[in-house]
């Protein structure tokens, strides 16, 4: 089960009709470059979703939004930053339903552990490489779905879903576009969520 930190408390809960509505503003209409993959730890295999293959993952899940923050909004301005006070969201995901949600509702009920939580984005690299390129990742290690929300979308009219993802392992890396369009260099920000420390 999840453990308890008592810093999490002062989160506003999303299980409720205003956040869902303004978590729903962040989606996007059209979103075909982003996805999601989730590895729960017993069963070790990704949860199948119904995109078609996209970099090394066979069968991903499309996601329309999504959303993460960290900072130190609850210092007084004045006062000396301390690690151990900075404030962790959990990363929220937007998607429409399909055959992967009734798996994620349950890993949320279950609490189940997941090894692996990862959304990845893609842009265009022109011709001469290939269809697109990955520049954006989320990693998301030791991870948990602490809530999920199924709902109908007045502005993708359809039914979608929220939940957000907590992890004690959290490693955001950017790959910029070169001039001729090709991959560049990776840019890698972790954190260890728990001890609040960077590496």
């Known amino acids: 089960?999840?453990?308890s930190d008592v810093r999490d408390q002062r989160f506003e809960s999303i299980l409720t009709l205003d956040s869902l509505r303004?978590?729903?503003?962040?989606?996007?209409?059209?979103?075909?470059?982003?996805f999601l993959q989730v590895v729960p730890k017993r069963s070790n295999t990704p949860v199948k979703g119904e995109a078609d293959?996209?970099?090394?993952?066979?069968?991903p899940m499309q996601i329309h939004g999504w959303r993460w923050a960290q900072g130190y909004d609850a210092a007084p301005h004045a006062a000396a930053l301390n690690a151990s006070d900075m404030r962790v969201t959990a990363l929220g995901v937007i998607?429409?339903?399909?055959?992967a949600s009734p798996v994620l509702a349950k890993l949320c009920a279950q609490a189940e552990l997941l090894t692996l939580a990862q959304i990845k984005c893609f842009k265009s690299a022109g011709t001469a490489h290939g269809t697109q390129i990955?520049?954006?990742s989320m990693k998301l290690e030791q991870a948990y779905i602490r809530n999920y929300q199924i709902?109908?979308?007045?502005?993708?009219?359809?039914?979608?879903e929220i939940f957000e993802l907590s992890a004690q392992q959290i490693t955001m890396?950017?790959?910029?576009?070169?001039?001729?369009?090709?991959?560049?260099?990776e840019v890698t920000f972790a954190l260890d969520v728990s001890a609040r420390r960077v590496s």
């Open 173 to 185: 890396t950017c790959a910029p576009q070169t001039a001729t369009g090709s991959r560049g260099a």
């Open 53 to 59: 293959k996209r970099g090394d993952w066979d069968t």
């Open 151 to 160: 709902y109908t979308s007045a502005r993708l009219a359809r039914p979608c």
């Open 22 to 34: 303004q978590f729903d503003q962040l989606a996007l209409t059209e979103a075909d470059d982003m």
């Open 95 to 99: 998607k429409t339903v399909d055959s």
């Open 134 to 136: 990955e520049f954006l």
């Open 1 to 3: 089960m999840p453990g």
